[in-house]
């Protein structure tokens, strides 16, 4: 039987990329939620906000060190897979990517050990500032990641010689055209992806009577952060929508569908793309729309897939429906979250059974979303790896074999269940335990805390446990 190591090693670099991209969305979000935390603590000296740390940053280093290692298996897929495309792009792919671990990668691990054994071995200004390193390297490593990914989308800043691309200016390469909509698209989905869960899983708690002191503030502050963070990815999503139009056509005449070239084209809200026939089927439309949305006319020109060959066409069924899903999950935030800031400022926040529990079954929807954006990117830009420079089919290792590939797939599949599953046991586990796990373990302390040589105690507590060892 003859395998297609091509097809196998775009499956194999979907899945991982699928898997790997919803822990650094959930991480950048949740470390700016820590480093908050962390700020109003140091103001306030409330333990309410100590509490919400620890055990937000106890979910945090989970999910850190699955991302860590399902990000790892990245690179090797380069060197394996794609060895062509990683030797031609070697000369600006390779520093970028070195910059991202040596400027992001170490500030992160540095920190986190602050971040989750020096509560009470620094000082709380010491503490709060390791919570902003780790938060500023969530973004740093985002931005070489995402410059990559964008220049991957609109190359800049290159020319190229002998098949090997070189970079004749790195601004122009690292803050390419479309860099800057995608980062703060990203980051905002970031917001919005810590801010579902962190509400959610506050809600859950709720529902059940437990810590509502603690839950109460988490989910007050959430609905307040999603009720301006939601809006805003809509403004920003269009803007990152025009910049794609403006550089990859195409993928806008993806996602929405279009055949032909139209004046006064209109929005599709619901059809059935078929690449074969080139028509869409039972098709739902607002006339006009998605020109004034497009070119900011009724009767702007807003091009059709038939404006390109077929072989340079992305798969369109998958873009259309993956922007779809991932358009609606917006629109749902954006109800969900204007909804729940009416409650709150109405005092009925917390005591809405039903609305409680709306946020809890919102939880998996922020990283449906993520990776229905992701799909909308990178499945867009095919069938070129580099846009207009590399096809996805040149970029594949030479020398690669299907079954070679079909190994590699099965064991990366195997390796990554095992990891979920035992990341996902030890999460849920502590979920289940909660915030009130930490509630005997003292927060505060008169002045600077105590250092570590003189942190057991002589006194006792109930002629029990020295105060020292317990903590």
């Not at 070195?98 to 971040?115: I, K, M």
């Not at 949305?293 to 993956?322: M, N, Y």
């Amino acid at each position: 039987m003859e395998l297609d190591p091509l097809l196998l090693s775009r499956i194999q670099f979907a899945f991982v990329v699928s898997f790997h991209a919803l822990f650094p969305v959930f991480t950048i979000g949740l470390a700016a939620y820590i480093a908050t935390l962390e700020g109003l603590f140091y103001r306030t000296d409330n333990p309410v906000y100590a509490r919400l740390s620890r055990f937000w940053t106890r979910v945090f280093a989970v999910i850190f060190g699955m991302g860590v290692v399902s990000g790892i298996v990245m690179a090797f897929q380069f060197g394996t897979n794609w060895s062509a495309f990683s030797y031609a792009s070697a000369n600006f792919l390779g520093p970028v990517l070195s910059y991202e671990v040596v400027t992001a990668f170490f500030l992160e691990a540095t920190f986190l050990g602050v971040l989750l054994f020096g509560r009470d071995k620094v000082p709380k200004g010491v503490h709060l500032f390791a919570a902003c390193m780790v938060a500023l390297g969530t973004f740093i490593s985002s931005f070489w990641i995402l410059s990559a990914n964008s220049w991957m989308q609109t190359p800049a800043g290159i020319e190229i010689r002998d098949g090997l691309i070189y970079v004749t200016s790195w601004s122009e390469a690292i803050f390419n055209p479309s860099l800057w909509p995608r980062f703060f698209h990203m980051a905002l989905a970031s917001f919005l992806t810590a801010g579902f869960v962190v509400a959610g899983v506050s809600a859950w708690y709720l529902l059940r009577g437990r810590a509502p002191d603690i839950n109460r503030k988490a989910l007050g502050m959430t609905v307040v952060l999603l009720a301006f963070i939601a809006p805003a990815q809509l403004v920003v999503g269009d803007l990152h929508g025009l910049n794609t139009f403006e550089h990859q056509p195409e993928k806008v005449a993806a996602m929405e569908g279009a055949w032909e070239t139209k004046q006064g084209a209109p929005l599709i809200l619901f059809a059935i793309p078929s690449a074969a026939n080139e028509r869409n089927y039972l098709e739902i439309a607002i006339p006009n729309a998605a020109s004034l949305i497009l070119t900011h006319d009724l009767q702007g020109e807003v091009p059709g897939l038939k404006e390109w060959a077929p072989e340079d066409r992305p798969p369109v069924g998958w873009v259309f429906w993956s922007f779809r899903v991932m358009v609606a999950i917006g629109l749902l935030m954006i109800a969900v979250a204007a909804v729940a800031l009416v409650q709150r400022l109405r005092g009925r926040l917390y005591e809405s059974p039903r609305l409680l529990k709306v946020f809890t079954w919102m939880i998996p929807l922020p990283f449906v979303a993520v990776l229905a954006g992701w799909f909308v990117t990178d499945i867009g830009r095919q069938p070129w790896v580099i846009h207009g420079i590399m096809r996805t089919s040149e970029a594949v290792t030479p020398s690669l074999t299907g079954w070679m590939a079909l190994f590699s797939l099965i064991g990366f599949i195997a390796v990554y269940a095992v990891i979920f599953a035992a990341g996902l046991y030890y999460l849920v586990r502590l979920i289940q335990a909660g915030p009130e796990a930490l509630e005997h373990t003292p927060e505060t302390s008169e002045g600077r805390p105590k250092r570590p040589l003189s942190a057991v105690d002589t006194s006792f507590d109930d002629g029990a446990t020295p105060e020292g060892v317990r903590r």
